[in-house]
């Protein structure tokens, strides 16, 4: 399970519970031409780690 027990945590992209691949194809059907994510701060990691973790995610997963 991606949610702790005791509340919510914020992640890097991919490994939270937001269906990513999901929100992508939305934006893709309707035409949007930019998609922007914003992150407060990370659980756990430094906010460097963070965007270095969803930036890999992005890059493995939808070859952006």
Partial sequence: DKKKADGFRLVPLGQGCVDFPAVLSACEE???ELLIVEQDN?????PLDGMAQSRRYLAETFGL
Avoid: E, V, Y
């Fill in 42 to 46: 990370f659980t756990g990691i430094s």
């Fill in 30 to 32: 309707i035409g949007a």
